[in-house]
């Protein structure tokens, strides 16, 4: 039998370090590596599932041509003729309209190992071309974070376990981060404490010594409001008038309204009180600023305002305190294939930028010229993305959909060609995360199943194909070896930082960064004009018509599934992938809604069909719907949002929907 060093690639907190066991080219076991000091030599359940996972009879395993768009007559075709028929329509296209601006890709998380740039490095080396950018899920968050201190910092979260007061704004752990539980459990054996913060009454809550249920979007006024009490208890931080926008930050403070904040929060005078004082006598508090809080109209606003109350508490620059939510320890890398140089063009200086929240409905709109080829790897935006009307009338426009996948998902069953993609034990690459600070390598450790090809394999046998057909068309360095690219990303900065000697020190094992990231003594409070403009639109909520869509729809991660991912895996979901609705009790009584029976969920962007389940916890005015990949929820979820602003994730949780049941005309 012999061991392999893996890294689950998912778009996951955990990042974890895998041993693969494999016998005659078979990976027999997925275990965890105890040489990470983040995960411990431990997985979640989809991290022991790889083996399932791998071998699933559903796995994509050869190029596949549809005969017509959504037909659903597919015909498996070589390698050979995949990449003729891709390099073909690129190149006539660029003869069509004189650039490859009508080529473009669109491609996110689903892989974030840094070899999976390989997409982003291949069309670069055509020329300018369309290009997706930006984050959905962090875009807002990671912003706001940056105008707060200046840069994307995030302590160490091993250092949570010396924490006193543990505040979880958003965020369940213990079902998507479920390796930091064992330093919250820590710090509370030490006799630390733990709030949460969430409209949810999730896994994390039930442990917390304090759950404060907020109404949704609301986060900032509470967190004003706390700080409101902290500033008249006097219990802030003595360098606080320092800091850039203290005069403004204070005169918010003074002018807020307690009655107005219980009111528009839903936590009472008292508790927010309470939680001052946990904030302002308990050294350290630790803050973690979950995703769930930024993916609202006010996401910005909630995590500035967040960020501000440790640092008028004093808990931002000491010891085991400090404020979570991601870091950008990938800008310690080069990043060579996601920054390789794009080829020059005569008279196009670059390529046409589209931020992901908005690529539909901006990319339908595109003239001189349209985009007509779309290239699409790991992601599935007919299931995840907002705004799927939209996407299928963009469909409609394009000559070429390209798909790369490991399942035929639901963007994949709309495409022309699908192409195999290569599990991540299958392959080679380099994976840092994104909220621990270890960097741990992928070995291959079993040969391809069937046919499938990495990115960075695809990559290389495209860009070959273009140059034989028209000479000179790519500049990819199509003969370099996944090695050499790792080697490339480890260069001198990089092996400094993490203690490294060669390329075999991860193999030996996954290496911490030594050289931490440096606490900024910068801050800027949240901006009085983001205060007022939040304010003013809570204000108008509460008046006019009542709405004919009066739940808010959340759709939260699950501990079994990321999004659609691992939907078809038996040993994690052993019954078919059904929606399912959960609603308060009484709600439901009030509509006339049992438990199990079929619901439909509407709005003006469309409907869907889901099973009800009764949740006594749940607010009134807020419904859970589960993600699935076939009957997408985000097909909710569109006309009804704003366009994006450019920095900005996708408003998920700003979806209003009615429920009406099916038994009743």
């Not at 609705?581 to 509509?591: F, Q, T, Y």
């Amino acid at each position: 039998m012999q061991m392999f060093r893996n890294t689950c690639p998912r778009n996951c907190y955990g990042t974890c370090s895998m041993l693969s066991y494999t016998e005659n080219g078979k990976l027999i076991k997925v275990a965890g590596d105890p040489m990470h000091g983040f995960t411990q030599g431990h997985l979640c359940a989809k991290g022991y599932a790889y083996t399932q996972y791998v071998y699933n009879p559903l796995r994509l395993k050869y190029p596949m041509m549809q005969t017509k768009r959504g037909s659903g007559n597919w015909v498996r075709i070589s390698w050979e003729e995949a990449y003729r028929i891709i390099a073909e329509k690129i190149i006539e296209l660029y003869d069509r309209y004189g650039s490859n601006l009508a080529s473009g890709y669109n491609k996110f998380s689903g892989n974030l190992g840094l070899l999976h740039y390989a997409v982003e490095g291949m069309f670069n080396s055509i020329g300018p071309h369309t290009k997706s950018f930006g984050n959905l899920c962090l875009a807002t968050g990671e912003q706001a974070v940056k105008e707060s201190f200046g840069n994307l910092h995030s302590p160490v979260p091993e250092e949570m376990a010396q924490s006193k007061m543990i505040f979880i704004w958003g965020a369940n752990p213990a079902v998507t981060n479920i390796h930091q539980m064992k330093f919250i459990y820590k710090a509370k054996k030490n006799g630390g404490k733990l709030v949460v913060i969430d409209p949810i009454y999730t896994e994390t809550a039930s442990k917390a010594d304090l759950y404060i249920q907020i109404k949704p979007g609301t986060d900032a006024l509470l967190a004003l409001g706390i700080a409101k009490c902290l500033l008249g208890l006097d219990q802030i931080e003595k360098t606080a008038a320092e800091w850039n926008g203290w005069k403004d930050y204070q005169q918010v403070l003074k002018r807020l309204n307690l009655a107005t904040v219980a009111e528009k929060t839903g936590v009472s005078v008292e508790t927010i009180q309470e939680l001052a004082a946990l904030y302002g006598e308990i050294k350290p508090v630790t803050t973690w600023n979950g995703l769930g809080i930024q993916r609202n109209k006010y996401g910005g606003v909630s995590i500035q305002a967040i960020n501000s109350l440790a640092a008028l508490s004093g808990n931002l620059h000491i010891a085991n305190g400090g404020v979570y939510f991601t870091h950008s320890n990938y800008e310690d890398f080069p990043m060579n294939l996601l920054n390789f140089p794009e080829k020059k063009h005569a008279s196009i200086k670059s390529s046409r930028m589209i931020n992901c929240a908005n690529f539909a409905m901006e990319a339908k709109n595109l003239q001189d010229p349209p985009l007509k080829l779309l290239w699409i790897a790991s992601r599935s935006p007919l299931s995840q993305d907002m705004n799927i009307n939209v996407w299928q009338e963009l469909f409609k426009e394009l000559e070429l959909i390209v798909t790369v996948d490991l399942f035929m998902t639901n963007t994949a069953k709309h495409s022309d060609i699908v192409l195999p993609a290569a599990s991540h034990f299958e392959e080679e690459d380099l994976n840092v995360g994104y909220w621990h600070h270890w960097l741990s390598i992928n070995q291959k450790a079993i040969p391809s199943f069937y046919e499938t090809k990495s990115d960075l394999m695809i990559a290389r046998e495209l860009t070959k194909k273009l140059n034989m057909l028209r000479p000179g068309f790519s500049t990819f360095p199509y003969e370099l070896e996944p090695k050499d690219w790792i080697e490339l990303e480890l260069n001198e900065k990089v092996q400094a930082l993490y203690g490294l000697k060669s390329y075999t020190s991860l193999v030996d094992g996954p290496k911490p960064r030594l050289a931490n990231q440096k606490k900024n003594k910068h801050f800027s409070f949240i901006q009085v004009d983001d205060v007022k403009t939040m304010l003013h639109s809570l204000l108008l909520e509460t008046k006019g018509e009542p709405s004919p869509y009066p739940f808010r729809l959340l759709s939260p991660q699950t501990l079994l599934k990321i999004h659609s991912q691992f939907a078809l895996i038996s040993w994690l979901n052993p019954k078919p992938d059904e929606t399912v609705i959960e609603i308060n009790n009484k709600v439901a009584e009030s509509l006339g809604i049992n438990d199990g029976e079929k619901v439909k969920i509407h709005n003006e962007n469309g409907a869907i069909i889901a099973k009800a389940c009764k949740n006594q916890h749940l607010p009134h005015g807020v419904v859970l719907v589960s993600q699935t990949g076939e009957n997408s929820i985000n097909q909710l979820i569109g006309s009804q949002l704003q366009k994006q602003e450019e920095l900005s994730s996708t408003h998920f949780y700003d979806c209003f929907v009615s429920i009406k049941s099916l038994k009743h005309p």
